[in-house]
């Protein structure tokens, strides 16, 4: 931008000189080459300016499209990526801001939504918005007293904004372990919109979580047919087809997974325990071979136990047994 306007004022300063009425009939044709000199400077500076301008709008308004797309996936911080760099481009548009906000909070970057919040008030956001983005996020963290039984008005008229307040409820009562609410929630959007991914996804670690294990695993499976190839819903499949005994179901979508991310501990020890369990003692020891004690520590609560467990492995797979049995 700088650059622009500083060939601007060159060009003009040429074509002010090039215009002075007061010249020699000598210095009239070299003055004539350097206005047309100068305009064109200035014709290619606006034309640059005028790209840069279109080309700047046709960024942002392809990642805007990017991040709906990844909200419709529930990819919450991919989203937030691509409307910060929306952002950067439309510094003042309140829409964009408001989204960003709201989206921030949906991926529980609380301090991010209330600061995009605030900005969007500076803008003259609607008041409304402001307000239910407050109580959302409120709810959204189980602090249900004072904003429950308000939500639930708006959400049972089936206002604008119902599909975000059951939402924000069913997360809500899942961090208070209030399993029939959120139950409840988590039914209203996928009567809204049966395909919800994210709704799937809640439904499914609710069902888990009160051993509904054959019900979970229909959940987790119809989100993984909806989106091959969202981790997380493939993740919570194989993790409770693990817990349903399932194993040989349950390690073709750990080795997806662990062929997509073979560095993450949790899909590997994941794929580790199916092995184990389905006699593939080799193939667990072999994963394990590369986990230190760290590791195991920082990805699981009882690391140590599956330090025995490795050390299990190795005895079991050479023929001596299970030493702690």
């Known amino acids: 931008m700088r650059l622009f306007l500083a060939t601007l004022r060159s060009g003009i300063s040429f074509i002010m000189c090039g215009v002075n009425p007061v010249r020699t009939k000598a210095e009239r044709p070299q003055k004539a080459?350097?206005?047309r000199w100068a305009f064109l400077i200035v014709l290619l500076a606006v034309i640059g300016l005028v790209a840069w301008f279109a080309g700047s709008y046709l960024w942002a308004s392809y990642n805007y499209r990017l991040a709906e797309q990844n909200l419709h996936r529930q990819d919450f911080e991919s989203a937030r990526k691509h409307l910060a760099v929306c952002l950067r481009i439309w510094p003042s548009d309140m829409q964009t801001c408001l989204l960003a906000a709201r989206t921030a909070r949906r991926a529980r970057a609380y301090d991010e939504a209330a600061q995009l919040l605030r900005t969007y008030k500076k803008l003259g956001g609607v008041a409304d918005a402001i307000e239910l983005e407050q109580l959302l996020a409120q709810a959204q963290r189980g602090?249900?007293?004072?904003?429950?039984?308000?939500?639930?008005?708006?959400?049972?008229q089936d206002s604008p904004d119902a599909t975000l307040i059951w939402e924000a409820l069913a997360q809500g009562y899942i961090e208070r372990y209030r399993w029939p609410h959120a139950l409840v929630c988590v039914n209203k959007l996928l009567d809204r919109?049966?395909?919800d991914i994210g709704a799937l996804?809640?439904?499914g670690w609710i069902r888990e979580n009160i051993n509904?294990?054959?019900?979970?695993?229909?959940?987790f499976r119809h989100a993984v047919q909806l989106d091959s190839n969202n981790a997380r819903a493939r993740l919570s499949l194989?993790?409770?087809?693990?817990?349903?005994?399932?194993?040989?179901?349950?390690?073709?979508?750990?080795?997806w997974l662990h062929q997509h991310d073979p560095e993450d501990i949790h899909i590997l020890?994941?794929?580790?325990?199916?092995d184990r369990y389905l006699g593939?003692?080799?193939?667990a020891r072999s994963l394990l071979d590369g986990v230190n004690a760290p590791m195991m520590q920082s990805a699981w609560p009882n690391g140590e136990r599956l330090l025995f467990w490795k050390a299990n492995l190795k005895w079991r797979s050479a023929g001596f047994g299970n030493p702690w049995r």
């Open 33 to 35: 080459r350097l206005a």
């Open 143 to 156: 602090q249900m007293l004072g904003v429950e039984k308000k939500l639930l008005a708006a959400a049972k």
């Open 193 to 195: 919109d049966p395909e």
């Open 201 to 203: 996804l809640e439904r």
């Open 212 to 219: 509904q294990f054959g019900e979970a695993v229909d959940d």
């Open 238 to 255: 194989a993790e409770v087809l693990m817990k349903a005994s399932l194993y040989n179901d349950a390690v073709e979508h750990f080795q």
């Open 269 to 274: 020890l994941g794929l580790a325990r199916c």
């Open 280 to 283: 593939q003692l080799e193939e």
